[in-house]
């Protein structure tokens, strides 16, 4: 029993490989980080279209009408550009350093992936709500008061329901993907 002792204890004394683990790790980080970075960057060149045609919009007719096509217009360029920060906050391409302690890198991760959690539970839902008040505003002050008004606001609505609604799928992929991840990243960290 001696023996069996003092074996497990050597066994137990040696240094866990944790450079095998922490690139395995690293790895699994940066492929799901690409996949952050490519939606970044589509949704940063479609706001870039976006707000180019508010711009153009804005200033063939910021003469025509009121403070409310103008307000409208700011909320639009502050909701775009608010949004596309917070989902650029959530992408992080650190890469395991040789000497920075795996937890530290674990930690940093696991701050990354609940920035995207938020975005996808809470600030997408913010920034439709957001949106469809500025583009209804936007609508007030183009159209008439009346059957065409009242339609325009109806579509609007509908339109900004149906893509929400289409999405939802998707997001909740994405984020069973995360919560897959911080569930791994949690047990790992509690193993170290």
């Not at 095998?20 to 949704?43: A, C, E, G, H, S």
């Amino acid at each position: 029993m001696d023996n069996f002792e003092q074996l497990r204890q050597n066994w137990l004394g040696q240094p866990v490989n944790q450079q095998v683990i922490t690139k395995q790790l690293d790895n699994q980080w940066r492929n799901r980080q690409l996949k952050v970075l490519t939606v970044n960057v589509f949704l940063t060149l479609s706001f870039l279209v976006a707000f180019v045609i508010t711009g153009c919009i804005y200033y063939k007719y910021h003469n025509q009408y009121g403070w409310l096509f103008s307000q409208s217009i700011i909320a639009i360029y502050l909701i775009l550009t608010m949004f596309l920060v917070t989902t650029w906050k959530s992408l992080g391409f650190n890469q395991q350093k040789g000497d920075m302690p795996v937890t530290e890198f674990v930690d940093y991760q696991l701050r990354k992936y609940d920035w995207q959690r938020r975005v996808l539970s809470i600030y997408v839902w913010i920034y439709v709500l957001l949106l469809w008040v500025a583009l209804c505003g936007f609508i007030l002050t183009f159209t008439d008061k009346g059957l065409l008004q009242t339609w325009s606001i109806i579509l609007t609505t509908f339109y900004i329901l149906g893509i929400s609604w289409a999405s939802r799928r998707y997001n909740k992929k994405r984020l069973i993907s995360i919560d897959d991840s911080i569930q791994e990243l949690n047990t790992m960290r509690a193993g170290f």
